[in-house]
């Protein structure tokens, strides 16, 4: 029989070794789902993991791994703040949609001006735009103690129709012969968020990323806000006398992670998409969690589950294109990350007994 015993002090060697064991796992589990889809799984896994950066077209694929990893890395971050506190951000991605939207609106209401103010007061804007949609599910638990988790996540639903709405009704573009979706933001200079360094795929939005977790890491380790965000996780009731005030903690963390997350959806609107479609969102916002689980709340563990993930995007496209793996196999190995990582975090609160129960 096994047992699982608590540890009096959740176990630092396992809390850093899980990740490792996740992607371990991942690698296993994934080979063996490529091999029942009848897919050479050494070939899959190189495809996914080596192929974009160290293969043949390596160069390409290293200047994507900032585009994808960037918007990963400024949610994550923003996620993370939150839930060291013990508040349960689920809804990022409309947050992210949401700061797109405020951001595109103002470029396209002012089309086609050409103004040094405009990319900047964009960035003002998205970043607004995802902070008002985390204060909704904020004001709602302060006032009348709604979980937090329905609510932001049932916004995510929300903002999804408003996305649908905005991009075939006051966003469309008026000279796309009736297609859906807005002007592109890339043909308009003054609101595109271009390459800084061409063929490197840095643009704002990965400058912000970095910025981002310089900022929380600041913020969590350097700062008395951070140490009463982790008091307040850790133990609530302690908390309290450390002059924590909940309401106040509450509205800052989903201000914080609902700005962060709006800014990601701006500079991505403005750069690598271009423009606002009902497809515009990708899950972004979602796939985020588990970024921040795997990098362990840490903004440096944060940073380097982003670039995994971006890998895995990036290695899952050259997958598909080069071995023909269906999309749906991709996703799966993807949650295959959270769903082990979960299950080994098990060890950092329990250590496992072999035998009899007593």
Known sequence: MITLIRRPT????WAWSTPILAVIATMIAGGLLFAALGTNPFTAIKAIFWDPILGPNAAYFRS???????????????????????IWNIG??????MGALAGAWLALHVYPAEAAWLFPAMIVLGALGGLVWGLIPALLKVWFGVNEILVSLMLVYVAENFLAYMAFGPLKNPEGFGMPGSRNLQQYP????GELIAGTGAHWGVVAALIAVIFTYILMHRHIMGFRIRVAGEAPRAARFAGVVPAKLIVTCLCLSGALAGLAGLFEVAGPAGQITDRFNVGYGFTAIIVAFLGRLHPVGILLAGLLMALTYIGGDVAQLMLQLPPAAI??????????LLGFDVLTN??????KAV
Request: glycine content about 12%; proline content about 4%.
């Open 64 to 86: 994507q791994l900032l585009v994808k990893a960037a918007p990963l890395i400024l949610i994550a971050t923003g996620l993370a703040v939150g839930f060291r506190a013990g």
């Open 190 to 193: 003054s609101a595109f968020n």
């Open 10 to 13: 959740p176990s630092r060697h």
């Open 92 to 97: 990022a991605e409309g947050q992210y949609i």
């Open 331 to 340: 996703q799966v190995f993807q949650g295959m990350l959270l769903f082990f």
């Open 350 to 355: 329990y250590r496992v007994k072999l035998g």
